[in-house]
């Protein structure tokens, strides 16, 4: 993260979840006079801070896998910047990262409106490339906490279509996992589930992305045992 101290952006060298526990307080506060508005905010204008804000939102998912304990930070800083700064393409994606921060600690309702108010923002400022992975966070990490599982079914089918359109290959795996999966939670019928979770997989596997396709295999196997199809051994 050498570049973003050149832009005078700073991150913990080494960082753990006292340094995350501190930003999400400071943010927190700040959001708690503006959540339901955060999307009326102005516009980043500032071409420094834009290339910082769009550098971090590039790495989100590469520290989620190898620097878990940065994600937080990164999303918080994107966050901090977009409150003071002005929003841009790259704020409705971090909202609702913070919105999954809040869910994870059991702030259920204060993160769902964090969640509609990222996708408000992204809708508003038509970020086409960014309102796969926006619609993905809210409808996988928050919206499940507030509303029947069965409710997310249908946007993260779309998400899945939307981000094969703009060749986001990343999140239209996950959207394929996280569908089959709720699914299949959601209580639809075996058969029927397992016909979606055979769908996505195949699609998982079209997109070369074995981890989601590795998670998918197991819930069919669950299914094909639950269904009488296959024994547990």
Request: hydrophobic share 40%; net charge positive; charged share 20%.
């Amino acid at each position: 993260l050498k570049i973003h101290r050149n832009m005078r952006v700073k991150f913990p060298k080494n960082p753990n979840h006292l340094n995350a526990i501190g930003a999400l307080v400071k943010e927190k506060i700040r959001l708690l006079f503006r959540k339901d508005n955060i999307a009326e905010l102005g516009l980043l204008t500032d071409e420094k801070f834009l290339s910082a804000i769009r550098i971090i939102s590039g790495i989100n998912s590469p520290a989620y896998w190898a620097k878990p304990d940065l994600l937080p930070l990164l999303i918080l800083k994107v966050v901090n910047l977009s409150l003071k700064k002005g929003n841009s393409n790259y704020s409705p994606y971090n909202y609702a990262g913070l919105g999954l921060i809040l869910s994870s600690l059991g702030f259920f309702k204060f993160a769902d409106k964090i969640g509609l108010a990222a996708i408000r923002l992204v809708e508003k400022l038509n970020a086409i490339e960014q309102k796969p992975r926006t619609y993905f966070v809210y409808y996988t990490f928050i919206k499940p906490w507030v509303s029947h599982i069965r409710s997310t079914l249908l946007p993260l089918a779309d998400c899945y279509s939307n981000a094969l359109q703009i060749g986001d290959i990343e999140f239209a795996s996950h959207a394929a996992l996280v569908y089959g999966y709720y699914s299949f939670l959601s209580g639809v019928d075996l058969e029927e589930s397992g016909k979606e979770i055979e769908k996505y997989a195949d699609a998982a596997e079209d997109l070369k992305q074995e981890t989601d396709l590795y998670v998918l295999a197991n819930y069919r196997q669950t299914i094909s045992i639950l269904s009488g199809k296959e024994n547990f051994i």
